[in-house]
């Protein structure tokens, strides 16, 4: 018996598999730098959103609060300039509103936040006004309050899953949060 020593496909099958690693190292790369940026794009917009919200607290009026963190929005009232420019900030489930805002008590003491039961109203017991906001764009909200949506970046590497038959979607959810205090 005779063994055969023709070789000369190797290389291709070879080469055709290396593709698809590069690519699909290139596509985790692409989408990691993705999400840094759109992440580096929203943290900005959310800390001068809660910074402007932290400001308002001292009114006692929680709609002044949310209007403020409103402000940094694209085309919003009382915003002479264009806004933020986070990652698609025309889209709605990425704009800051009511939702996406959260009073907080911070005790000096002990370093802790306390966000249940927390109120603005000037005439509220000491230990439950309010003396920060929490400002976040994300899903679901840990601390009690009402979530808004997070931002969504899209996703370079989807088309090449899809093809071999992984059903995954085409964004991905970046949440970004910031708290400002009153002291």
């Known amino acids: ?54 400001s308002a607290i001292p009114s006692g009026d929680m709609t002044k609060v949310t209007d403020q963190a409103a402000k940094f929005n694209p085309g919003a009232t009382g915003n002479p300039g264009a806004g933020n420019n986070y990652m698609s900030s025309s889209n ?21 936040f306390i966000t249940s039961g927390v109120t603005i109203d000037p005439s509220a017991l000491v230990n439950v006004r309010a003396n920060g906001v929490r400002v976040a764009l994300e899903n679901n909200n840990p601390h009690g309050g009402t979530a808004g949506a997070a931002m969504k970046a899209p996703l370079f590497l989807t088309p090449l899953l899809n093809l071999f038959g992984q059903t995954t979607s085409n964004t991905a959810d970046v949440s970004v949060t910031a708290t400002a205090v009153l002291r």
Request: net charge positive; charged share 10%.
């Open 1 to 54: 018996m005779q063994s055969v020593k023709n070789e000369r496909g190797s290389v291709l099958i070879f080469g055709t598999l290396i593709i698809v690693l590069l690519l699909i190292m290139v596509g985790m790369g692409l989408d990691t730098g993705r999400l840094a940026y759109v992440r580096s794009q929203g943290q900005p917009a959310v800390d001068s959103a809660a910074l402007a919200a932290a």
């Open 92 to 112: 709605p489930s990425n704009q800051i509103g009511p939702n996406n805002v959260t009073l907080v008590k911070y005790n000096n003491v002990t370093g802790t």
